[in-house]
């Protein structure tokens, strides 16, 4: 019995002096996911100032005069903030005129394509028809084609129909696209079918469904396409500078260059230009942001 006694103290005894190792793994645990959540947020700190330092050097080059601009080091931080290149601007360029065409062109192409891409989304994903999904793919294989191997063609054909120096040609070029009816289509895709079943049965075509169905259920998607399609549009240079001749009908992209000359550029001015020009496309991306990030990770889930 003593014996017993005395073994008992002894693992009490070791137990006390030799705790177990259990505490000292989780501890070790809970060091690692510290250190790894430590280190994804350095990385990312990292990544996002990569991304956000053309956009720091552009704020920065706006504030300054054009000697400045490309100097060596540079200059993060102005010497002297030259805020009158914010006033000078509209008065050097027709600058309000410019930013009223990039507006009405980027409104009107992004109302046709969620218009059209919506609509034939809706025919490749919810109506049955013989040679739809080959249709389909075909479709969307022009996506692979560059624009420039078709530049030139549709060029002439606008030019044959008189349409050049027009907004007109460039609406109708850009109000259809493939991306925008791939998009959609996969969206649509996770809306149970049953819902259309239902609404035929209680009378509703085919335009009915789409309208009142199929739309009030997809504004992520809308919003997503609506934004890409808008940011496109805006950003846009080829496509004015090779249609629009007229300095009435410039956008801002290619308004920008009236500050390059022959021998000498305004690089301060350009700098002033572009900041203004991205600030409407930062505002309606902060307005739709969490429409535009839901219509992206919910497009291909199957529901």
């Avoid at 027709?94 to 919506?118: D, E, K």
């Avoid at 907004?167 to 259309?196: H, K, S």
């Avoid at 934004?227 to 300095?247: A, C, E, K, Q, R």
Wanted: hydrophobic share 50%.
């Amino acid at each position: 019995m003593s014996t017993l006694t005395s073994d008992l103290a002894q693992e009490l005894e070791t137990g006390r002096t030799h705790p177990s190792p259990k505490p000292q793994r989780s501890g070790r645990r809970r060091v690692r996911s510290v250190t790894g959540r430590i280190a994804m947020y350095v990385l990312l700190i990292v990544l996002l100032s990569v991304v956000l330092l053309p956009f720091i050097w552009m704020l920065s080059s706006s504030l300054k005069h054009d000697n400045e601009v490309l100097s060596v080091p540079i200059n993060w931080i102005p010497k002297t903030f030259v805020w009158s290149n914010y006033k000078d601007i509209w008065t050097q360029i027709p600058m309000a005129g410019y930013l009223a065409n990039s507006a009405f062109l980027a409104v009107v192409i992004t109302f046709l394509q969620v218009l059209t891409g919506s609509f034939a989304a809706y025919g490749f994903s919810k109506v049955r028809f013989p040679g739809r999904d080959a249709l389909f793919l075909t479709y969307i294989a022009t996506i692979a084609v560059p624009w420039q191997a078709y530049m030139i063609p549709q060029f002439v054909m606008m030019q044959k129909a008189g349409l050049t120096n027009t907004f007109t040609a460039l609406i109708l070029l850009q109000a259809f696209g493939a991306f925008g009816v791939f998009l959609m289509r996969q969206y649509y895709m996770t809306i149970p079918d049953e819902l259309n079943e239902a609404a035929r049965i209680d009378g509703l075509s085919d335009y009915g469904i789409w309208a009142r169905i199929i739309l009030p259920l997809s504004k992520p998607a809308l919003a997503s396409l609506a934004l890409l399609t808008f940011v496109n549009t805006w950003n846009d240079y080829m496509g004015p500078f090779i249609y629009l001749s007229s300095n009435d009908l410039w956008t801002v992209q290619i308004g920008l260059k009236s500050f390059i000359g022959q021998y000498s550029a305004q690089y301060a001015m350009i700098m002033t230009g572009s900041v203004i020009s991205i600030i409407p496309i930062l505002a309606i991306f902060l307005a739709g942001q969490r429409y535009f990030i839901s219509g992206i990770a919910t497009t291909g889930m199957k529901g």
